[in-house]
């Protein structure tokens, strides 16, 4: 199992955190700086917590995300947690975990469109390169 850590990106007005590894409770201090500090420095409306690459997320940490998340919101940025893998969903609902008030999403695009639903999104094509275009 390998370390937590948190990487902070931002998009646009929307900061991106991504948890990796083991979330523990460094790894979600970690988190809370960089949010604050990149909040304070030049303001964002909203923030996903990507947590795909998340090994686990015991009970008590997951409490401790959810302060986190509830702290997003009370100063007013818009939060979704996306990426939860199944494994943990199972988890937490057999511990009995509230998800009251917990806006999820399946992955980060969906997180975003969720967040931004006027923003034009453009798939990947590829183009050879080549003028034509074919029949028109």
């Keep these: 199992m390998s370390e937590g850590r948190c990487v902070l990106t931002?998009?646009?007005q929307t900061l991106v955190?991504?948890?990796e590894g083991a979330v523990d409770?460094?790894?979600?201090?970690?988190a809370s700086?960089?949010?604050s500090e990149e909040n304070t420095r030049l303001g964002a409306d909203s923030v996903v917590f990507e947590v795909s690459?998340?090994?686990?997320?015991?009970f008590e940490?997951?409490?401790r995300f959810r302060k986190l998340v509830q702290t997003m919101d009370f100063l007013g940025l818009r939060s979704v947690v996306a990426g939860l893998r199944p494994g943990t969903v199972a988890y937490l609902a057999s511990a009995g975990v509230s998800c009251d008030g917990l806006h999820t999403s399946l992955d980060l695009e969906h997180a975003l469109s969720d967040l931004n639903p006027n923003t034009e999104h453009y798939e990947n094509v590829e183009y050879d390169g080549s003028d034509d275009v074919g029949p028109l």
């Design 53 to 58: 690459a998340c090994d686990l997320i015991d």
């Design 10 to 12: 931002r998009l646009g």
């Design 33 to 35: 700086e960089a949010l």
């Design 61 to 63: 940490e997951f409490i």
């Design 25 to 30: 409770s460094s790894c979600l201090e970690s």
């Design 17 to 19: 955190v991504t948890l």
